[in-house]
Nanobody, 134 residues
């Protein structure tokens, strides 16, 4: 499986912004859809957003971040970004990225469903910590 490296996390106040990056240091990332996940203390890992492979012209988001987060990709740099605006304390988590053959749909509940995720093409990295606190 390919390896991905996350960065860009930090400590911010509510309402502020952060931009996360996910880099594929060895294997080309553009042939895969890329997805961001997060895991808060004591909670299960949850999907946040996904961007389609190659052109990245299709994106989707969990309802909890829709309208505040924007996913994008820079294939020349083998990088996927997550721009996070208007951050809230409940966004505090370790954020991870992963590669898939295609993006899963967001369920009617507004969440991604683990059982409907396609086969993951990357191993889990260390993630990057995002802390939103006043």
């Amino acid at each position: 499986q390919m390896r991905l490296v996350e960065s860009g996390g930090g400590l911010v106040q509510p309402g502020e912004s952060l931009r996360l990056s996910c880099v594929a240091p060895v294997t080309p990332l553009d042939i895969y859809a890329a997805m961001w996940f997060r895991q808060a203390p004591g909670k299960e890992r949850e999907g946040v957003s996904c961007i389609s492979r190659i052109s990245g012209d299709e994106t989707n988001y969990a309802d909890s971040v829709k309208g505040r987060f924007t996913i994008s990709r820079d294939n020349a740099k083998a990088t996927v970004h997550l721009q996070m605006n208007r951050l809230r304390p409940e966004d505090t988590a370790v954020y991870y990225c992963a590669a898939f053959p295609f993006c899963p749909d967001v369920g009617r509940s507004g969440h991604y469903t683990d059982t409907e995720l396609p086969q993951q093409k990357s191993s889990w990295g260390r993630g990057t910590q995002v802390t939103v606190s006043s």
